[in-house]
């Protein structure tokens, strides 16, 4: 006979469950982006977005993480935590003026600063991901993204309700990122050293850079090219109000 009984693994079931909620309340966010945001201040938001987005390409942060992860075991968040934070720097020094630059408008200042912002959290809590994933700790690495995804998603559907901003978007995502970095830093039983980290990458980061641009390029090529270079040129050659119909339209096709 057949044996047709699932055994569904916690870990597994945990870090599933943030995946539904963020495309759920995603949903919900999209009617709420066109219902209450003017296009074409969300037209502007996708390109400046686009531009921050596409810039990635030449800091592979996360990639490195995953790489830092492998090469330094116990001492991951602490590495990972250094390396993002310098690397992060200088992507906000480099991606604020460009995304000015490129999309010349009043707000493209307000925008690229709360875009980069959200980031460079986003990397600050893949430091602290990583280092759960590999101390094997996955159950409070998806507590970590469920916290994320609650704080997120609520956090924008009020704050687009309340301030009718696509700027909310990214004030949304900064919540989320600072609520999950508490938490992991709580697991993980406080603050990261930058000084221990940066000794924990000498020697060691030529590896990292090379299998970090590797895992980087593999996995994130795709997401650069719709959310970052086509969101920017769709701006460009259609302008802001299409730019912003072009960009709902393609958020619903990716949650598909």
């Known amino acids: 006979m057949i044996n047709l009984r699932v055994r569904l693994d916690r870990a597994v079931v945990v870090n599933y469950i943030p995946s539904i909620i963020d495309r759920v309340l995603a949903i919900a966010a999209l009617a709420f982006i066109t219902y209450f945001i003017n296009p074409v201040q969300y037209g502007v938001f996708t390109a400046v977005q686009g531009v921050a987005f596409t810039l990635f390409l030449a800091f592979p942060i996360e990639g490195f993480n995953r790489a830092i992860a492998h090469a330094t075991n116990g001492d991951a968040v602490h590495a990972a935590t250094a390396v ?25 200042l307000v925008y690229a ?20 994933w590999v101390n094997n700790r996955a159950v409070e690495m998806g507590k970590g993204l469920t ?41 993980v039983g406080g603050l990261p050293s930058l000084r ?4 924990a990458v000498k020697g060691r980061f030529r ?21 970052g270079i086509i969101a920017y040129l769709a701006y460009l050659l259609l302008g802001t109000r299409d730019a912003a119909v072009f960009a709902v339209a393609l958020g619903v096709v990716v949650l598909i």
Do not use: C, D, M
């Open 207 to 227: 590896r990292i850079a090379v299998e970090g641009w590797q895992f980087y390029i593999l996995r994130y090529t795709w997401g650069f090219i719709h959310n």
């Open 147 to 187: 916290v994320y995804a609650l704080t997120f998603r609520v956090g924008e559907l009020l704050l687009i309700a309340l301030t009718r901003s696509p700027v909310a978007i990214a004030l949304g995502a900064i919540v989320g990122y600072a609520t999950a970095l508490v938490y992991y830093y709580r697991v």
């Open 196 to 199: 221990r980290g940066l000794k």
């Open 113 to 132: 600063t709360a875009v980069v912002v959200g980031y460079v959290l986003l990397n600050l809590f893949n430091a602290g991901y990583v280092h759960l």
């Open 84 to 108: 993002a934070a310098i690397l992060s720097l200088a992507y906000a020094v480099v991606a604020i003026p460009l995304a000015v630059l490129l999309v010349k408008t009043p707000l493209s």
